[in-house]
Every structure is written in structure tokens, then in C-alpha cells.
């Protein structure tokens, strides 16, 4: 394997496609249930547990995405045509992650899911859910670093010289 074929973007997409997979497996939201005068009722719930079946899939699948371009460059063989261009797909990947994150964010999960009038429910997000969108942010900007490094690579071998 060999490092030096791979480029900013494309490692600094994959390191963030890494964390984000490693984010999921941490506590992302902290829900309390309260009365005046009676004890707090609460449950934490990691990225798993805060998304539903398809949103868990989906996620792991625009994660490797980045993560399988820069093994594949890193590897001894060229990379096979893809329908896009792949700074482009790594691009529209992590900005899919970015709008799915930051949806669960803006929007928690009901994690006590009591209709009890008389009762408080709070639901606080934690560290691994902004660490998330951190990491899927980097997904992002590594795809715009690879579709911008490609372009301007592209308009240097047009001129002619």
C-alpha cells in the first residue's frame, strides 16, 4: 500500500467516513423525565439507537464510500470508472451526511416516550453527536478538496503550452 498515492481530500474524507463510524457507537442524546418532588427517569441512546433501520444503513454506506476510494488508491490497482467523478461522489456523500446528521440533531429522538401531563421530558444532546457532524462535515470539504484538486489538474493539461 502505498500512502503518498493519496491525496489530502481524499484521506482527510476517510479519516472523517472513520469517525463518524466510530461517533455512531457513542452516547448522542440524554433524556430526563421529571416531576416536582420525584426522582429523574433517564436514558441515554447512542447514533444507533437514535436513527431508524434505513437512516443506520445509509449511513454506514456514505461513510465507506470515501473510505473505500482511498484504500482502493492507496492499493496497487487503478481505480474502475465511476458513474461520477469521484471527488464529486465523495462531495454529494458527506453532504447527504451532513443533512442527515444535522436533521437528528435539530430534531432528537423521543427517548422517553411517556404522555404523562405533569411530567418534564428533555432531551440534551451530547459531545458524540456534534463530533458526528464534525466528522461528516470532513467527508464533505475532503470531497470538495478532491473535486477541486481534480479540476484544477484537468484545466492545466487543456492549456496549451
Known amino acids: 500500500m502505498d ?39 433517564s436514558e441515554v441512546a447512542t447514533g444507533w439507537e437514535g436513527f431508524g433501520g434505513v437512516f ?3 449511513i454506514v454506506v456514505l461513510a465507506l464510500v470515501p473510505v473505500a ?3 482502493r488508491r492507496a492499493g496497487a490497482e487503478a481505480l474502475p ?10 462531495l454529494g456523500a458527506g453532504a447527504l451526511l451532513v443533512v442527515i446528521v444535522a436533521g437528528r440533531l435539530i ?12 411530567l418534564d421530558m428533555d432531551t440534551a444532546r451530547k459531545p458524540g453527536a456534534f463530533m458526528a457532524l464534525a466528522s461528516a462535515a470532513a467527508v464533505a ?9 481534480r479540476a484544477r489538474v484537468a484545466r492545466a493539461r487543456s492549456r496549451p503550452m
Open 107 to 118: 430534531d432528537p429522538p423521543d427517548l422517553l416516550d411517556v404522555p404523562i401531563p405533569g
Open 81 to 90: 470508472p465511476l458513474p461520477l467523478e469521484q471527488g464529486a461522489l465523495v
Open 3 to 41: 500512502t503518498t498515492r493519496v491525496s489530502l481530500g481524499e484521506m482527510l474524507a476517510a479519516v472523517g467516513g472513520l469517525v463518524l463510524l466510530v461517533c455512531m457507537f457513542l452516547p448522542w442524546f440524554d433524556g430526563s423525565l421529571s416531576r416536582a418532588g420525584s426522582p429523574t427517569v
Open 56 to 58: 443506520d444503513v445509509l
Open 141 to 149: 470539504f475532503g470531497g470538495y478538496l478532491q473535486h477541486a484538486t
Open 69 to 71: 476510494i482511498a484504500v
